[in-house]
């Protein structure tokens, strides 16, 4: 198969930044839909030692795959001034993603600036625990209260086969628990559903975690990017999970923990706890999207399904004042308007939407 490059990095293609006033603070931004601004999802790497089929598909993300350079990629305390600036407007929970959030050297050093810096935010980072267990307890001390794991299957060859980096499922499992006794209780665990691949395995990692206060979520399979195949067929709606479930756990909705909580919370009837139910393509939560997601290359993207985003290092480059900046991205969250799953169709699917490794997942 000749072997397709699909250039993720939009770079020289960023969007223009709107006008925006250079008198008086720029306060706390709504967009468009009245939506404002409190969740911020910075990816601190493009790369990535596993191959998820659904995420970083090894032919395309091959040996010569066209990586951003070290000089394009946010430094530390580029990320920690940025990350300020939208405190400033409303962030009030910051995650790190990537890509591989724990291959970035040093990731622990970045948790303890922010964590320094803006105390009262609610510090997070989605990994997929290959490194986990040496870096648990290095992220704790820097401040680290909770970590999210991915984790697509239970199943051995599944699970290998998922990530496409022969990464055994044993070596997830041990890291989640050391995370937990390093002080990272409870941890979260993602499981991509894809029909057909692992969704035979949803009871079985319901069944794993009910007791032990660990929370799955179950998220839908998503047309994030350009390069992962997504299909309507593979989806597996979130309906169907719950049920599947229900039938060996029964189960309830319970109350979201805050406004805007992007995964609905099912508890088990019993008493084991809860899972959570990620619907980004059956039950669309567009009217309550709170989120902003700050690319590896320090563009702005106003929603994960964008194929574009602002340019923010280069202003921040360009020796722009913090005030400039929050103008600059006041101005974009006004203009916002996305609400792509709400619209989702077979034709936006084959947009060249951003990788979801570059614009942090
Ligand atoms: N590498 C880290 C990891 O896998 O946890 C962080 C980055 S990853 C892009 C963040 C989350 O996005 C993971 O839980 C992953 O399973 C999820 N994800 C990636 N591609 C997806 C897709 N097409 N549909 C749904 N979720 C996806
Ligand atoms: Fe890597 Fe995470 Fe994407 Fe899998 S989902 S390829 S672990 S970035
Ligand atoms: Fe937010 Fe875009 Fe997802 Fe809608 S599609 S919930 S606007 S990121």
């Not at 795959?65 to 009030?92: K, S």
């Not at 989702?344 to 990788?355: N, P």
Request: glycine share 8%.
């Amino acid at each position: 198969m000749s072997k397709v490059v699909i250039p993720v990095t939009p770079a020289g293609r960023g969007l223009p930044i709107p006008p925006h006033d250079a008198a008086g603070p720029p306060g706390r931004p709504a967009d468009r839909l009245g939506r404002g601004i409190r969740d911020l999802r910075i990816s601190v790497t493009d790369r990535c030692n596993f191959r998820c089929t659904y995420c970083m598909p090894k032919e395309v993300f091959g040996p010569d795959y066209p990586y951003l350079p070290h000089a394009e990629i946010l430094t530390f305390e580029e990320i920690v001034r940025l990350a300020r600036v939208f405190h400033g407007l409303g962030i009030r929970k910051i995650r790190l993603t990537g890509g591989e959030p724990l291959l970035r050297r040093g990731i622990e050093d970045l948790v303890a600036m922010l964590f320094e810096a803006l105390p009262d935010v609610d510090l997070t980072l989605t990994t997929n625990g290959s490194a986990l267990r040496q870096k648990a307890v290095a992220l704790h001390s820097a401040g680290l209260r909770r970590i999210t794991v991915s984790l697509d299957s239970l199943d051995d060859a599944t699970f290998r086969a998922m990530n496409d980096a022969d990464f055994p499922v044993a070596k997830v499992l041990d890291a989640i628990d050391f995370a937990a006794s390093a002080g990272l209780a409870p941890v979260k665990v993602n499981m991509v559903v894809k029909r057909g691949t692992n969704d035979a395995h949803v009871v079985d990692m319901a069944k794993h975690f009910r007791g032990t206060g660990h929370i799955v979520r179950f998220i839908e399979f998503m047309d994030v990017g350009a390069t992962n195949g997504w299909r309507m067929d593979d989806v597996v709606p979130s309906a169907e999970i719950v049920r599947r479930i229900g039938e060996f756990f029964p189960c309830e909705p319970t109350n979201p923990n805050h406004a805007g909580e992007v995964a609905k919370r099912w508890r088990y009837l019993d008493g084991q706890g809860e899972f959570g139910i990620i619907s980004s393509v059956t039950e669309a939560f567009c009217s309550s999207c709170n989120r902003a997601r700050l690319s590896t290359d320090g563009s702005l993207f106003t929603c994960l399904f964008a194929e574009r985003g602002f340019d923010l290092k280069r202003l921040v480059r360009s020796g722009a004042p913090d005030e400039d900046i929050a103008r600059a991205v006041a101005a974009i969250w006004h203009q916002r308007e996305d609400r792509y799953s709400e619209i989702r169709t077979a034709e936006t699917a084959k947009a060249r939407k951003v990788e979801m490794s570059f614009i942090g997942g």
